[in-house]
């Protein structure tokens, strides 16, 4: 397996086109995690994914974002009218659930990272 | 709520050095995880270790080395003989209470000089 691939890598919009990201975790891993990380700063969590099902949501994720993983395998971030302050690389991870919850370290894939002028 | 704090933002070294990178946590949950990870210029984290809080032994990886101490709440990393392609930021993190989420420092930006 190739690891954690995300498309595009870069993305230049002008403010309020909408964009989507899409990630394609490591095949057997059943975990998916989107983040955002500005210059400086670590990753901040967004939302998460086991399976198909999207477990949890950050209070950063308004309601302009929203991510999909149809059938648990690629997932999709899209952001609707977007604003300058959206500018940041996307992260994506995965994971294996383990018998340790909280345990399971994540691969990152490259991110995506938008600018909005 | 649970934080992780890497007061150093920058660190420059000259290779060979050995350099000591520091991340103290807080949580209220006995059980719980830390992770460091390393993010080269390319972009993509690599994680580097995991440590659970019911383990404090010391771990070392080659030129590697972690010291988890519980009593002062610090999970410090120190490289040895530093190398140019140790240069990279470098991110702890934290998950406890069963929780599946990180929570990140803001990284320590490891500069090696040849």
């Known amino acids: 397996d190739t690891g954690v691939s995300q498309d595009p890598r870069h993305k230049i919009t002008k403010r309020g086109q909408n964009v989507t990201f899409r990630c394609d975790p490591i095949s057997e891993h059943n975990r998916l995690y989107w983040y955002r990380q500005t210059l400086g700063q670590g990753p901040e969590f967004l939302t998460y994914f086991q399976n198909e099902a999207q477990l949890e949501k950050s209070r950063l994720l308004s309601d302009r974002f929203s991510a999909e993983r149809p059938k648990g395998s690629f997932s999709t971030l899209e952001i609707q009218r977007t604003e300058q302050g959206d500018s940041a690389m996307y992260l994506c991870?995965?994971?294996?659930?383990?018998?340790?919850?909280?345990?399971?370290?994540?691969?990152f894939g490259p991110g995506t990272r938008l600018t909005v002028t | 709520a649970q934080k992780v704090t890497q007061a150093q933002t920058e660190i420059s070294v000259v290779e060979k050095e050995d350099v000591t990178l520091d991340c103290v946590y807080e949580?209220?949950?006995?059980?719980?995880?830390l992770f460091w990870y390393k993010q080269p210029p390319s972009g993509e984290l690599v994680f580097l270790i995991r440590r659970n809080s019911f383990d404090e032994q010391n771990e070392i990886s080659g030129r590697y080395s972690w010291n988890f101490q519980k009593s002062t709440s610090s999970f410090n990393f120190t490289i040895t003989a530093s190398q140019v392609v140790d240069s990279a930021v470098y991110f702890c993190a934290l998950t406890s209470g069963g929780s599946y989420i990180p929570t990140f420092g803001r990284g320590t930006s490891l500069i090696v000089h040849p």
């Open positions: 949580t209220r949950d006995t059980t719980y995880y």
């Open positions: 991870a995965s994971s294996l659930a383990g018998v340790r919850p909280g345990g399971e370290e994540q691969y």
